[in-house]
């Protein structure tokens, strides 16, 4: 079924919602992998990234500015250190920073350098609990509504966000194209939406934006995307190669891997 009205007032919705990002800064991998499966639990905490050094850990958190840094010190902790120094030189807000150890012997340094809190190694289940519910108290983050309200005269059209496969481009239009096979049209152009709707929605073409939740396959030899219960593919385009490349590192991430 097609909606073609001439949809006129478009209500955005924020991209912040209800998620703190987070990056941890360690050499060590394996213990990045088994904080990140500790931390799968919270569903309001998204992973962003790992920096092995204080130089890439400057490069990574300007990049991607997590809520929250965990940061390990055990391993060369001065450089730890003078990597939060640095980061006053940049941001006028520091993130809020975790400190991880093998002992308490540092936990004064980190107090002193503004840290939120730390953690002894291995990391205790309860103590990271804690942190959680502090972190939520320190940050409130208001809990925006996912749902779309188009509307026309006095006509009014509320599309859920999550039911949305994708948007496409149809000259100063855009086409919504839902779950249970509607197409919805609205009299606005794409980039009305990109500027507003949730994080988990990407532009990949200038004629697409998709629903990354429902993408089950990246095709880099065809430039194209496919989604779950739909068989047509959409493209993506060069000029927005790097999105494709976060996309599929975030997902890469949060997959099961196999050995082949």
């Known amino acids: 079924m097609q909606y073609g009205l001439n949809w006129t007032y478009y209500l ?3 991209k912040l919602g209800m998620d703190y990002s987070y990056a941890i800064i360690d050499s060590d991998a394996t213990f990045s992998l088994q904080l990140q499966m500790q931390l799968q639990e919270y569903e309001d905490l998204y992973y962003t990234g790992c920096a092995g050094d204080a130089s890439e850990a400057v490069n990574l958190i300007l990049k991607v500015l997590p ?9 060369a902790p001065s450089e730890m250190f003078g990597m939060i120094a640095q980061l006053h030189q940049y941001l006028d807000k520091i993130p809020l920073l975790i400190g991880v150890a093998k002992t308490k012997a540092l936990a ?5 350098s503004g840290f939120f809190d730390y953690w002894l190694l ?10 959680i519910f502090k972190l939520r108290k320190q940050l409130p983050k208001e809990k925006l509504p996912t749902t779309l309200c188009l509307k026309t005269y006095n006509d009014y059209h509320y599309l859920d966000t999550n039911e949305i496969l994708y948007l496409k481009a149809d000259n100063n239009s855009t086409d919504f194209y839902m779950r249970n096979g509607e197409k919805i049209s609205a009299y606005k152009t794409l980039k009305t939406f990109e500027n507003a709707l949730p994080k988990n929605f990407v532009r990949v073409h200038q004629s697409y934006i998709l629903n990354t939740r429902y993408i089950s396959k990246i095709n880099y030899g065809k ?6 219960n739909m068989e047509d593919q959409l493209p993506f ?3 927005y190669r790097d999105k494709i490349d976060e996309l599929k590192a975030l997902l890469s991430k949060n997959a099961i891997k196999t050995l082949n």
């Open 67 to 75: 809520d929250l840094i965990i940061v390990n010190l055990s391993n």
């Open 223 to 228: 430039s194209t995307c496919s989604l779950r």
């Open 122 to 131: 291995p990391a205790n289940e309860f103590e990271v609990r804690k942190t």
């Open 12 to 14: 955005g919705i924020s």
């Open 108 to 112: 004064y340094d980190a107090l002193k």
């Open 237 to 239: 385009s060069r000029s």
